[in-house]
Every structure is written in structure tokens, then in C-alpha cells.
């Protein structure tokens, strides 16, 4: 039996997609484990002893003052120096909507310059909190999660109130010059900024971005929630070979593999 | 509370004001309904600034909490004890009020003490409106009122508080004199004291004073207020009724016994704070549906959020503990277009009250992570003096832990989960009075503010020590708080509690406070001292306070202890059987109601459109899309499906075991308008459309269990008349399908009276939720049609021409017969349902309920992006709305590949061909070879989707 890649699957006060993402994990072949910050801490369990990080969604102490501040704060005032070597290792680590708004307010998406941050993400321009499935295109080429799903079209579920991405033209700059942007908002496989195809508004479509290398991932939409054909609103109509989700998944177990 | 020696300049509340770079979506927002719903044109922009207010840092580290904290270069900037906005025309800000716990702060102080800035003692944060334009001050003040604040729990802050610390001394218990009380001064005492129990109840309290010569306490009195309260003891449910001038069975027990006939399925009911039905594989299911329109009716935003938190605590303090998996939430409202002229004095507005109620859940559910999935909104003229929230929870857990836990003597006593406070005080005796225009300022403390990641974190705990097998027993701190949870734990074990070891929110409560207070997010749990290390080691490590606040004596008394006082010392047999058995007169007269006049249909498409159109039966997807369905990653059959998604299914299916095809289904119903016409055809109707919701999914009715909730006027004898026959409707529904009731809840106070003292009865609703097992989720249909070219089939016996109280002739009328069930029928059609649908051979189903097979039709072919050919000729020499319109429930539209499906299927059960689905987008009736109309489907959809698109923008 080979070693599993394990994953960390974080949890804090007011985690709450963290099961579905632990079972997309396993689905992908990956043993994932859950951690709550307080063991990181305290020094109970390393980060160190993991190959892949992930951050689910929810409402991290409640998305006080903004989505994801108050951990990103924990984090940086911390597990800085445990995330640094799990960063400076290779490691992947992925962020899903409450936990693509943590890495982006510690400042790791999109430029990986941890306790320095460069973009946001903000309230929908709707002014509140959207469900509902959406149509999206990876188009990175470099980005470890969305191997070899360039250009196509897939279907996956939002659920956020906070989900503008926004940042200095800067780095926006930088975004395209480095081609981070991973994950886009279409309509027809059209970039949009259309309500309600472009849930909340995001500049250029923004749905996901990694960093430089490829290896940080960020994401609003939720591609845990569609790893199994029966979870899509629409089984019922349409034949769905492979959840649009599980790729994900699978390639950071793919890559974890190399490491 | 010791308060460290400051220097003077460490005193002072540091100012830090933030504003948005750019647009800020949510000062849109608010300006948006300025303007829609106010009508108030002088407004041209509005700028929204945060206010944080820290105490006992200094200017330095505030400007260090801002930069890392508090504020976003990219999104806002931020100033320092000054204004950062001076060229408003018009400026005001809102805060909480002092001792109304504001979520925020406790994130801000963690966030601080993360930051090194251990210092900070207290903070609060509020919003400040900067208005550009003309507005006058009364347009202000209607801004405050109507959007902004809610004075129950807000205030307008004129000028800076002094301190954010709330100081106090507690005062000791009291004893009250009531020995020598008379009959007036009792009942005075009562009405002063907010007891809200009556002369003969007041009267046995004095009786078992003077036979024991001594006066009752302060917290023993709020302790038998509390227990002996409608809201907790449910004295008319448990009354001897004698209804016209016969004796018959109380109501309660009319329902266990039903549910005892037909406990095949149950694991657990009425006797915890859920029923449990069995789902697979050693796993239960367990289901609770509450009623919040008392809170909700004078802050809907709190009332409806800590009516979720209430609800999911329910089943989180079922067994041993249980994980929800999903919520359910049912409105009852006056239209949103009400006129101002009409609102009662002291009733806030339906339009404020939807758009706050459904924030309330909206927010609760999605901290928490539990899918709201199903629910309905209701709208009839009468909710104008109180609406009916009605919110339900539904939980997973294991069988061997699904039995209420009896705890054993020397049990610890433990408080976990939020601090005690002084909200909520009085919410039980509260919410069984009547509604005044005065219940509004006089209550306010009744009403509570939810944190709701304070409750998942305290559930994370609650499951882990589940799992460690470390609970004994658990219940929620609800109605009447510490009182009714320890009094009704210990009722055998006995009790002894030590309250001053409850932590606080703040210091200065009365021990009476601390016992009945209804703060938020409390769990009592029973533990046996040798695993009290291990259960603390899980609460730590979840940032889960918890506090041993007592333990069980096994003597049979309720002793509270404050310091070294003992505050309360009742024998557990006074509290809760001392309570007389109320005798109560039933008599149900039959209103009589002005023949509604049919309206005339000169166009087909108008009138379709204004039924589709109307408030009951539009689309409510808006609302639906604010609700985080999906989380959990369970959702198998969501609210809406179809070629655009937005066509509603019956009920909801979710799997909980993401490696499993084990579904459950949860689907209700109810019909305020049926209710007030007739309760007992009004109920069977309410049962029969909760249990076609979930039969028309696919589930197998047999395994079901059901909820029932009565929303009822004041107990007089006309509207008690009617509790009992809608109880018995209830029974025959019971008794007709041989499934069991297994939780309920009595809401008795449905009554408004106006300053006049003339009084408004809301109309009764009897809400019926049906919920359970689906042996296999692959097996399930949705309502949207898949195909053009099918068969389309009516299953049931549709009672034709019984438009009484239908959506076409107008809820506000409520003439003509209204549509009997027939029930007799019904277990044999349901069964063939579910053989038909597990079979993959019906293609779509949808059954009939507000705006008959019209409405029906009419969603399924929004959701399949096909239209529909069908003829009236099955039905007879009969008027085409007498069909179309006619809201029977019990009746099912289903698509199938062929007529043979039919045959195969429907051979023994009410089934009529009507028609085809088309690839041409309309909806066209004929009838004896003629057309007599079509109507495009998107201008049907329009219609139907424009009302909720309107409010909730």
C-alpha cells in the first residue's frame, strides 16, 4: 500500500465546509486529516508533516469586520513561519471561498508575499450573499489544480456574500503579465460581468487565481460540492460522466505525488 | 469585576471611523430601498461610515489595529478620533444598545490579543449614515424607523458613550410576600411581576407557601412562572376539554396515543427535544419544527435568526447530541403592499418584517453551515399584527444515542456554549400573552441577538464528546433558560445549583436574572465526574467555555444556591405536576363569510398571469438563493431545478452520508385561509400537502414521520372549538396513512388587541411537517418536465368547482366549498406514486396546491422549457377554472414516456390523461375539440417571478 498524500484540512471557530472537502480529498485518493488551528498552535500537530494544505469555507469567526480577516490575523501573527516552509517546501495549498478570502488577506494570493497583502476580495456587488450554480473556464495554464482543464466549461456551485476580487492596477499587472488568473466567470463560454452569471461582480471575472508558481489556489466557487454525479441540481436531465469538481482534487493529489 | 488602575489617558474610548474607497454595495442597498419603499425621493446619495470604539489602548495601537485589523487599504481608509466625512447634509449613527451583545466585539478583542494588544478592554462598533440631498427630518426619522434600526435593540446615538464596560453589583434574591395576598393583589402581582399565570394558578402558588409557612423567593416565583407558562407547560393542550358541553380527551394525549398506534418507525417521540424516525443503517432521523412570531413581530431580525439557533439547538440537545443536516423555515406575513393606514399601532411593517425575517435565517443558517432547503411564504391580510415564523431543523444521529439521556445522581451540571446576559428575560411568559400596541417598547428585553458561530463551535464540541461517549444527557437552554433545562433535567434526579458560577456577560444580574435569562447559544449537559477532564479538554480545544454549575443530588428538590444563599428550594412533584389540570370550554361556531363573487374571466391570460402573479404563488427563488442550500455537500434534490434552475420542487432530498445514497426527505404544509374557513378540512388539507410533498419526490409514505405546529388565536371557546377540530384532523390523517406525529409545538397567542380593545384574531395555522427516509436517492423525480411529446396524467380526485378560499377567487374572500381531501383514497394513490417513481418510469411530478393544476402545469413546463397541450374532456360539462383553479390537495401532475406508464401503474387509483407536453413554449386548454386558450409560458414566468424580484432586489 503506498503512503497516501495527507492533507490538512484547517479548521477554526465557524469552519463549516470542511467535511465535503475532506471527502473530495479521499475521493481523489488522499488521506485528508482535519486540523483546528488551536493544534497548530500549540504545537499538537505540524504542518510540516502534510503534503497538501487546504482551507475550506464557512464563516471563520463569523467573517467579522471582513470574510477571513480575523484567521488571517491568527495566521500570520502564529503559523507564519510554519506556512513559509510549507510554501518554500512545494507544497500545494488550496483555498475555497471563506478560505480563498483567508489567503488572500494574508497576503499569500496572488503574489505569495505572506503578511503583505495586494488584493481583496469584497462584498457582492448585489449587496448580499448569493447561492446558486454558475458556469465557469479555467483558463491558467500553469496552475497545478486546473491541469489540463483549460478552456473548458464547467459547472460548479457559489455561495458567498463577499466575492468581488479587486486589487491596484499594479497587480492586476502582475495577475495577467504572470497568467494567475486560473478560474473565470462565463456565460457560453464568454468571459461576463453579468449578474447573475458574474455572481458579485468580479473584475475580469475572477472566480480563482494562484500565485507565480502555480502551487497557491484560490477559489470563490465550490468544487467540493461537485465530486459525486448526484450533487449536480440537474442529474435528473443531463448525463454527467465526471463531476466537474473531482479534477481538482485530484490533480494536487497528482502533483503531492511528485513531491 | 476587578478593574486594574488606569492613568486617565488609557481611559478614554478611542475613535476609529472607516469608509469605503469606492461604491459600497451596501449603502446602494440601503439607498435603493430608500427610494423604492419609503417613496423618499429627497435622498440623492448615501455614505455609510464604521465607527469601532476601543477601550483602554492608545492612539498608537489603535492606528496598529487599524492597519492590520480593522481596515483595507484597497477597500476603505480610515481616520482617528475625528469625522471623516464633514459635507453631509444630514448625518446619524445607530449602535446597540448598552448590554445587547454585539457579535463583532468578541472577534475584535480575539483579533487584538493575536495582534499583541492585550490591552484592549472592550469595544463596539456601529454604523454611521451621511445623507446627501434634501431630506427633512421626518424623512429621517422614517429612514431609522423603517430600514435602519430596530428600537427594540438599536438606538440613535447622540453623543459618545463614556464607558463600553457595563459596571454593576449584583442585587441579592428577594423574598416576595404573597401569604397575605387577596385576590386582586395576586392577580396585580402576576401582571406586575410579567408571570402572565392566571388567579387559580396564582392562588395554588399562595396555597403551597402557606401550607410550608414561609414566603416564595424572587426566583422561586420566576422559576413556577417559567415551568407553568402556555409556552412551556402547554396548560391547554393538557387541559380537560369539554367541547359543546361533552368531555373529550385532552388534546395531547388524543395525539400520543395516535402515535403510539403507529410507532413502528419511531425511535424517539414528544418525549425530548425531537422525534427521531429511523433512517438506515443504525442511523435516526431526527426532526423539530418552532414557532418565533412573538420575538419576531418586534425585532424580525433577531427574533428569526435566534429562532434558527433555537431550533438547531433542539436537535443538537436530542439523545445524546446530533448533527443538523438540514433547516426549514414557513412565514405567514400581510402582502407586502399593505398600505400604512392599515398597520396596527406598534406592528412594524410586512415588507420590513419579510426583508428582516429572512436576513435573520439567511445569516444564522449560513454561519452555521446547515442547508436551508425548504420552506414557503404565506401572505394574508390579517398577519398585519403578527406574522407566524415557523422554523424547523432536522439532524442525523446515531440509533444507540438517539434516547433521551436520563442523568444519574452525582451527574455534574454543566453550562456550555455563550455567556448569561440579560436578553431574552421574560421571553416564555412573553410569548404566551396577547399582542398590544404596546408590546413593542414594554418587551424589549424579551428579544435576543444571535451569534451564531458561538453555536457551531459549541456543536463541533457537543459532537466530538458525543462520539466520545461522554454525554449522559443534554438539552438546550430555550424558554425560561436555566430554569426550565436543569428543572425539567432534574426532574428525577433532583438538582443542586450554584449560580454564581454561571459566567456572565456582565456583572449586575439578579440571581432571578441569571436563572431565567434566555441568553443565546447555551447547552446544559448532564456528565459523570470521571469524564469531566476529557469533556473540558474538548471544550478547550474548540475555544468552547463551558462551567460546572451544579450537580444531581437524587433528592427530589430544585435547589439553587447563590454564594452561600439558597435562592430557590421546590420539590420537583409541586413544579411540575403542582400545575391544576385547566378545565376549558370548546365551541366552534362557523363563520359565516360573504359568498365571494366568482370573477369573470374576460381574458385568459390576465387571469392566469394575476394568479401566478399573486404573493402565494410566485416564485420565491430570490429568498431561496440567500440560503446556502448546498453546503454540507448533501443536496440531492435542491428548491430549484430544471432547464434554468428555477423551477420549485415539492420537498427537499438531501443524502448526509457523502459516500452513500441514503436520502432524506423533509416537505410541510399549510393553508391559513383553508384554516379560517373551515380547521378541519383547513388541516387535512395542511396534512395532505405535506405528505404529497414528500410523496411526490418518490419518498415511501409508510416510513414517515410528521410534525405538527399549531399557530392559534388565544384559547376562547370559539378558537379552542377549532384547535380541536383541527386536532382531529390531524388524527384522521394520522389514523388514515398509520404514521405518527412524533413532535409538535402549540403557539397560542395569535391574538392582537388595539388600543380600543377591539380584537384581531391572526388567522389559525396548523403547519404539518412530514419527514423521512429514501431507501435509495437515485430513485427521486423533480418537478421539471423532461421532455416535450410525454403524457401528461392527473392522479387524485380533483374536487372540482371547490374554489373556496382558492388563490382565483382571492384569498381576502372566502365563499363557495372549499376542496375536500379525499383521504380514503389516498394511501393507495401515494403507494402508486412511489412504485411508479422508484421504478424510473414517471419522468416529472408535481402536486396540486396554491393556483390549482394552472400553477402546477405552469411550474413544470418553466422548468422542462417545453409547453403543455391538454384537454378538459376527463372532467365533463364542467367551467375550465373549476378545473384549472380548483386547489385540491392530494393531486399529482406526472410526465410519462407513454400512456402505457398509466395503465401499469395508476389502474387502481383516480387517473385521468389530460394532455402532452409540446416543444412549443406555451400553455394551450382545450375542451370538447376547442381551444379555448394559449399563453406563452415566459409571459406566465414573468408574471410569477416579478413580486419577490421586487423586494428582494
Given at each position: ?103 488572500v488577506?494574508?497576503?499569500?494570493l496572488p503574489l ?5 497583502m495586494h488584493a481583496t476580495l ?43 476580487f479587486h486589487a491596484d492596477n499594479d497587480t492586476f499587472k502582475k495577475i495577467k503579465?504572470?497568467?494567475l ?22 473584475l475580469y471575472?475572477i472566480?480563482?487565481l ?50 | ?73 484597497l477597500s ?878
Amino acid at each position: 500500500m503506498p503512503n497516501l498524500a495527507s492533507v490538512c484540512i484547517l479548521r477554526t471557530d465557524g469552519t463549516n465546509c470542511d467535511e465535503e472537502l475532506a471527502f473530495a480529498f479521499s475521493l481523489a485518493g488522499a488521506k485528508p486529516d482535519y486540523v483546528h488551528v488551536n493544534q497548530l498552535r500549540s504545537g499538537e500537530k505540524k504542518l510540516s508533516d502534510y503534503q497538501i494544505l487546504g482551507i475550506p469555507g464557512g464563516f471563520s469567526y463569523g467573517d467579522d469586520v471582513a470574510s477571513g480577516k480575523i484567521l488571517a490575523v491568527e495566521l500570520l501573527s502564529f503559523l507564519k513561519q510554519q506556512i513559509s516552509s510549507f510554501v518554500a517546501a512545494k507544497k500545494p495549498v488550496i483555498g475555497i471561498c471563506n478560505g480563498f478570502q483567508v489567503l488572500v488577506r494574508t497576503g499569500l494570493l496572488p503574489l505569495s508575499r505572506l503578511g503583505d497583502m495586494h488584493a481583496t476580495l469584497t462584498n457582492n456587488d448585489s449587496g448580499h450573499f448569493e447561492c446558486r450554480w454558475i458556469e465557469l473556464t479555467p483558463t491558467s495554464n500553469h496552475c497545478i489544480f486546473t491541469k489540463g482543464m483549460e478552456g473548458t466549461k464547467l459547472s460548479l456551485p457559489i455561495a458567498h456574500g463577499e466575492g468581488k476580487f479587486h486589487a491596484d492596477n499594479d497587480t492586476f499587472k502582475k495577475i495577467k503579465e504572470q497568467n494567475l488568473t486560473t478560474l473565470q466567470y462565463t456565460a457560453n463560454s464568454k468571459l461576463t460581468q453579468a449578474y447573475p452569471q458574474n455572481p458579485n461582480g468580479s473584475l475580469y471575472a475572477i472566480a480563482g487565481l494562484c500565485d507565480p508558481s502555480g502551487l497557491i489556489f484560490g477559489m470563490m466557487p465550490h468544487p467540493e460540492r461537485f465530486v459525486t454525479p448526484y450533487q449536480h441540481p440537474n442529474w435528473r436531465r443531463q448525463m454527467i460522466d465526471k463531476p466537474h469538481g473531482l479534477p481538482i482534487f485530484e490533480n494536487a493529489v497528482n502533483y503531492a505525488k511528485t513531491l | 469585576m476587578t478593574v486594574k488602575p488606569r492613568t486617565t489617558s488609557e481611559r478614554v474610548i478611542q475613535e476609529l471611523r472607516v469608509l469605503s474607497n469606492g461604491l459600497d454595495p451596501r449603502a446602494e442597498d440601503v439607498l435603493s430601498e430608500i427610494k423604492s419603499t419609503l417613496g423618499i425621493g429627497g435622498v440623492i446619495s448615501l455614505k455609510m461610515v464604521r465607527v469601532y470604539r476601543l477601550q483602554g489602548i492608545t492612539e498608537t495601537e489603535v492606528k496598529n489595529l487599524a492597519d492590520n485589523l480593522l481596515s483595507e487599504a484597497l477597500s476603505n481608509h480610515y481616520v482617528i478620533n475625528r469625522q471623516i466625512l464633514n459635507d453631509a447634509d444630514k448625518k446619524t449613527e445607530v449602535s446597540y444598545r448598552p448590554g445587547v451583545m454585539n457579535p463583532e466585539a468578541a472577534s475584535i478583542l480575539k483579533a487584538a490579543k493575536d495582534l499583541g494588544i492585550g490591552s484592549l478592554e472592550a469595544v463596539d462598533s456601529s454604523w454611521e449614515y451621511h445623507f446627501y440631498g434634501t431630506p427633512s427630518d421626518k424623512d429621517i426619522d422614517a429612514i431609522l424607523d423603517r430600514l435602519l434600526r430596530n428600537k427594540t435593540v438599536e438606538i440613535v446615538l447622540k453623543e459618545s458613550p463614556k464607558t463600553l464596560t457595563i459596571k454593576g453589583k449584583s442585587p441579592a434574591s428577594k423574598s416576595v410576600p404573597i401569604l397575605e395576598l387577596s385576590d386582586s393583589e395576586l392577580e396585580q402581582l402576576s401582571k406586575d411581576g410579567q408571570f402572565f399565570l392566571n388567579l387559580e394558578e396564582m392562588k395554588v402558588i399562595q396555597e403551597y407557601y402557606r401550607s410550608i409557612k414561609r414566603e416564595p423567593t424572587d426566583v422561586e416565583l420566576e422559576t413556577l412562572a417559567q415551568t407553568w407558562s402556555e409556552h412551556c407547560g402547554h396548560k391547554t393542550f393538557k387541559a380537560k376539554l369539554i367541547v359543546d358541553g361533552k368531555e373529550k380527551t385532552p388534546l395531547i394525549k388524543r395525539l400520543m396515543q395516535a402515535t403510539k398506534k403507529y410507532d413502528e418507525n419511531v425511535i424517539s417521540a414528544f418525549v425530548d427535544n425531537a422525534g427521531v424516525m429511523r433512517l438506515s443503517d443504525g442511523w435516526g432521523f431526527s426532526g423539530k419544527v418552532e414557532t418565533h412570531n412573538s420575538p419576531s413581530a418586534i425585532e424580525p431580525y433577531g427574533g428569526a435568526a435566534t429562532g434558527s439557533g433555537g431550533v438547531f439547538r433542539d436537535i443538537i440537545g436530542t439523545g445524546q447530541g446530533a448533527k443538523v443536516i438540514v433547516s426549514t423555515d414557513m412565514f405567514c406575513f400581510a402582502p407586502p403592499d399593505l398600505s400604512d393606514g392599515e398597520l396596527p399601532p406598534g406592528c412594524l411593517h410586512p415588507r420590513y418584517l419579510l426583508r428582516r425575517v429572512v436576513a435573520g435565517v439567511r445569516d444564522y443558517g449560513n454561519r452555521m453551515g446547515i442547508p436551508t432547503n425548504n420552506g414557503s411564504i404565506h401572505f394574508h391580510e390579517d398577519f398585519k399584527a403578527k406574522p407566524s415564523v415557523i422554523v424547523g431543523a432536522y439532524g442525523l444521529i446515531p440509533e444507540e444515542r438517539a434516547q433521551k439521556g436520563v442523568p444519574k445522581k452525582g451527574d455534574l451540571i454543566i453550562a456550555m456554549g455563550g455567556r448569561t446576559g440579560r436578553d431574552g428575560i421574560h421571553g416564555a411568559t412573553f410569548s404566551s400573552g396577547e399582542m398590544t400596541a404596546d408590546t413593542i417598547s414594554v418587551n424589549s428585553s424579551a428579544v435576543q441577538i444571535g451569534n451564531a458561530i458561538e453555536e457551531k463551535r459549541t456543536t463541533d464540541a457537543i459532537l466530538a464528546a458525543r462520539d466520545a461517549g461522554l454525554i449522559r444527557a443534554i438539552t438546550d437552554c430555550g424558554a425560561g433558560g436555566f430554569s426550565s433545562a436543569v428543572g425539567e433535567m432534574g426532574e428525577e434526579a433532583g438538582v443542586l445549583i450554584n449560580l454564581e458560577k454561571a459566567p456572565l456577560k456582565y456583572p449586575g444580574l439578579a440571581p432571578w436574572e441569571i436563572w431565567i435569562s434566555e441568553s443565546q447559544e447555551r447547552m446544559v449537559v448532564a456528565i459523570d465526574p470521571k469524564d469531566e477532564r476529557e469533556f473540558f479538554a474538548i471544550c478547550g480545544k474548540l475555544n468552547v467555555e463551558a462551567s460546572v454549575i451544579g450537580s444531581f443530588t437524587g433528592k427530589k428538590n430544585l435547589t439553587v444556591m447563590y454564594e452561600n444563599d439558597v435562592v430557590c428550594d421546590l420539590p420537583m412533584s409541586f413544579l411540575h405536576d403542582g400545575l391544576p389540570q385547566r378545565v376549558m370550554q370548546a365551541s366552534w361556531k362557523q363563520p359565516s363569510f360573504a359568498k365571494a363573487k366568482m370573477p369573470v374571466i374576460s381574458d385568459w391570460e390576465e387571469t392566469y398571469q394575476r394568479v401566478m402573479g399573486d404573493y402565494n404563488v410566485c416564485s420565491k427563488e430570490p429568498i431561496v438563493r440567500l440560503y446556502d442550500h448546498g453546503v454540507q455537500g448533501t443536496s440531492n434534490l435542491p428548491p430549484f431545478t430544471g432547464v434554468d434552475s428555477d423551477a420549485p420542487n415539492n420537498s427537499s432530498v438531501v443524502t448526509p452520508f457523502l459516500d452513500k445514497h441514503i436520502g432524506a426527505v423533509v416537505g410541510h404544509g399549510l393553508n391559513p385561509v383553508l384554516n379560517k374557513i373551515d380547521p378541519y378540512w383547513g388541516s387535512v388539507w395542511a396534512a395532505t400537502e405535506a405528505l404529497s410533498n414528500v410523496v411526490a419526490v418518490g419518498a415511501d409514505y409508510r416510513k414517515l414521520g410528521l410534525i405538527d405546529n399549531f399557530i392559534w388565536p388565544f384559547p376562547d371557546e370559539d378558537s379552542l372549538g377549532a384547535l380541536d377540530m383541527s386536532l382531529d384532523a390531524c388524527i384522521a390523517v394520522s389514523d388514515t396513512f398509520k404514521i405518527p406525529f412524533v413532535s409538535g409545538k402549540d403557539s397560542l397567542s395569535s391574538t392582537y388587541r388595539y388600543p380600543d380593545e377591539t380584537v384581531l384574531k391572526i388567522p389559525p395555522v396548523l403547519c404539518v411537517s412530514a419527514f423521512g427516509p429514501i431507501e435509495d436517492a437515485r430513485k427521486t423525480v423533480s418537478s421539471d418536465f423532461k421532455s416535450h411529446d410525454s403524457v401528461l396524467a392527473l392522479i387524485g380526485k380533483l374536487d372540482v368547482g371547490a374554489l373556496g378560499g382558492s388563490i382565483f377567487v382571492e384569498t381576502k374572500a372566502y365563499g363557495g366549498r372549499l376542496p375536500k381531501v379525499d383521504l380514503e383514497g389516498l394511501p393507495a394513490l401515494f403507494q402508486a406514486l412511489h412504485a411508479g417513481i422508484t421504478s424510473g418510469d414517471i419522468l416529472a411530478c408535481h402536486d396540486i396546491s396554491e393556483g390549482g393544476m394552472a400553477a402546477t402545469l405552469a411550474e413544470m413546463s418553466f422548468g422542462g422549457g417545453v409547453g403543455v397541450d391538454i384537454s378538459l374532456d376527463s372532467f365533463g360539462d364542467v367551467h375550465p377554472e373549476e378545473v384549472l383553479f380548483s386547489e385540491t390537495a392530494g393531486c399529482f401532475i406526472v410526465e410519462l414516456a407513454s400512456e402505457s406508464v398509466a395503465a401499469k401503474h395508476f389502474a387502481g387509483v383516480p387517473c385521468a390523461i389530460i394532455g402532452t407536453t409540446t416543444k412549443d413554449q406555451s400553455i394551450s386548454v382545450s375542451q370538447g375539440g376547442k381551444n379555448i386558450f394559449s399563453v406563452a409560458s415566459q409571459h406566465l414566468k414573468s408574471a410569477w417571478q416579478q413580486p419577490m424580484k421586487e423586494i428582494f432586489h
